[in-house]
């Protein structure tokens, strides 16, 4: 998927503008992360081998909540070209500057749950999801991630005001799901999913919600 995602994008730049590529991207994620993307504007440097990308919202499935799940200020994407039709695309770099993240945590008659699924699956132990089978997984590598100002805003049941998180940059290197990877991109977003819940102040405060989170901690 992800080779005919780059592939089909690089045959799209020589025949479309940026407009229809611009929207095209836009499809071709939201299928991949399950998720409607939006991406404000897109710039192409050829010669770089870069893509950067600006405004980018990734749209909570409640569209009622008047807030996106994930809003960035701008990405930065750099790809060898020449990687595409080997065993593992190599992205050299990766930027994401002033990334907001919102997760919810809501209570209602069936119990706790929050915008990701991760809750409502830890307690009702949902089996994972099954995907058709694939011939063979296109491995990736990226060399380097910059996070730049990253904050995320938690929202609690009981809880009057949103919690604000600021976090310092942070600096990753060889992620990816091949061989030749430091660290799963998997276990990556585990990794900085329990660092925000470590981060909630008022956890403690609220009936049973400290509980869920060490379970899913100890995941």
Do not use: C
């Not at 992360?33 to 870069?50: A, P, S, T, V």
């Not at 805003?153 to 940059?169: L, Q």
């Amino acid at each position: 998927m992800l080779r005919y995602i780059i592939f089909l994008f690089i045959s799209l730049i020589i025949l479309l503008n940026t407009i229809t590529i611009n929207k095209l991207l836009e499809f071709s994620l939201s299928k991949w992360f399950g998720k409607k993307i939006e991406i404000e504007n897109l710039d192409i440097l050829y010669l770089k081998q870069r893509l950067n990308l600006e405004n980018i919202k990734i749209k909570d499935e409640n569209q009622n909540k008047g807030y996106n799940l994930l809003e960035i200020k701008k990405v930065v994407i750099e790809i060898k070209l020449n990687s595409i039709f080997s065993e593992e695309i190599i992205f050299p770099l990766l930027i994401i500057e002033k990334a907001k993240f919102i997760y919810e945590l809501e209570f209602n008659e069936t119990g706790y749950k929050d915008n990701l699924g991760l809750i409502q699956k830890e307690l009702n132990n949902e089996p994972d999801k099954v995907y058709k089978p694939k011939k063979k997984d296109k491995n990736f590598l990226i060399n380097e991630v910059k996070l730049i100002n990253p904050t995320a805003i938690v929202i609690i049941p009981n809880i009057d005001k949103g919690i604000n998180i600021e976090y310092s940059n942070m600096y990753f290197s060889n992620i990816g799901n091949g061989k030749s990877k430091n660290q799963h991109y998997k276990d990556l977003f585990q990794y900085l999913l329990k660092d925000l819940y470590l981060r909630i102040p008022v956890k403690n405060k609220v009936n049973d919600i400290n509980k869920l989170f060490k379970k899913l901690l100890n995941k």
